[in-house]
């Protein structure tokens, strides 16, 4: 059955009245919904818009869960690759000022947050997952709260730099989540923000689905919005930020999804149909506890097992980073998996 034309909802971008279905699709494998577009500027969003509640259900702890077929895996790659960003932050936030209030905006388990500690700014975090915010506050000793940004309900003009990576295309409201960012940011401040290039995120599973028989695509990650340059560019500068440097990273990987290299097939899971989802509401309660020691006994020791002094040593970071180098354009190709901004509150 066809999704109707949301003639109630504005675009996020232009504030068209329009947004027609143009892809059915499983989120995570569990909600079976559309990503609409809009005809006047080809912005493209999951509608209708999932409520904070049913969002909140799409991250469970298991999401964090290697076992679990969704979410992330290989943590361990994910704590080093977090380490190696630490490091050249902690140098980019001494040139900022020798101390100031920094936010991580879903910070997960709070790898980067832990290794921003020796840069004597006082940190905080804020993620939706219970799982992720008990780990970030028990394992890594942080100052994390479970709730979204919203919820969090911070005071107004509070950090100097908020940096939020790969969660714009998860908030129901990207719009209003800039506006809220920008009330706790002091004029002046900082906002590093990575989200994922909308074309080369949605690309493979248009072709997939396009094909004959075929079964419904999943967005795997919970993505609801897909963003172009342009799209991103209006919204920072509406929102009251000025864009300092933008530019696509991961340029292999989108050149992949794009159809541009062979590969394209491996960014798409299908399914038959869309299961229920598997459990309710996750709180944080005597008997989740348990459960979470559990998981993150599991994670400590999955990283513990990965360490490599090799990979945590400084000039391993440097050559990297010469490496990732090679691995990045200037934002107006848009032929990148992610764009990565740096972005200022006016
Ligand atoms: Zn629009």
């Excluded at 799982?131 to 969090?152: K, P």
């Excluded at 513990?304 to 040593?313: F, G, M, V």
Aim: aromatic share 10%.
């Amino acid at each position: 059955m066809e999704m109707p034309t949301d003639t109630t909802d504005p675009c996020d971008i232009c504030g068209a009245t329009m947004m027609r279905p143009v892809l059915a699709v499983s989120l995570i494998g569990v909600t079976r919904t559309h990503v609409h577009r809009c005809p006047a500027c080809g912005f493209r969003q999951v509608r209708p818009r999932l409520t904070a509640a049913e969002i909140r259900n799409l991250y469970p702890s298991d999401y964090f869960d290697d076992a679990s077929p969704v979410g992330y895996v290989d943590y361990a790659r994910e704590f080093q690759r977090r380490q190696r960003e630490a490091y050249f932050l902690v140098q980019w936030l001494k040139r900022v000022r020798p101390e100031g209030q920094l936010l991580e905006v879903g910070c997960a388990l709070g790898f980067l947050l832990a290794g921003l500690k020796r840069s004597g700014w006082r940190l905080e975090g804020v993620d939706a997952s219970a799982f992720a915010a008990f780990y970030a506050s028990t394992r890594c000793g942080l100052n994390v709260t479970c709730a979204t940004l919203e919820e969090a309900s911070f005071q107004d003009e509070r950090f100097d730099v908020v940096i939020q990576k790969d969660l714009l295309e998860h908030v129901a409201d990207p719009r209003g989540h800039l506006n809220e960012t920008y009330r706790l940011l002091r004029p002046g401040g900082w906002l590093r923000l990575v989200t994922p290039n909308g074309e080369t995120n949605l690309r493979p599973l248009m072709v997939a689905a396009a094909r004959p028989g075929a079964m419904l695509p999943v967005l795997d990650q919970g993505h609801l919005s897909f963003f172009s340059r342009g799209h991103l560019l209006r919204l920072f500068e509406e929102c009251g930020f000025r864009c300092h440097r933008m530019r696509v990273i991961g340029i292999r990987r989108g050149l992949r999804a794009l159809g541009l290299l062979p590969g394209q097939g491996r960014f798409v899971r299908q399914t038959v149909a869309a299961a229920p989802s598997p459990q309710g509401a996750e709180v944080s309660g005597a008997m989740d506890t348990e459960r979470f020691e559990r998981l993150a006994d599991r994670i400590d020791r999955d990283i513990a097992e990965r360490h490599s002094r090799l990979r945590s040593w400084p000039p391993y970071f440097q050559l990297h980073r010469v490496m990732k180098q090679f691995d990045s354009l200037p934002a107006w190709c848009e032929v990148g998996y992610d764009f990565e901004c740096l972005l200022q509150r006016l």
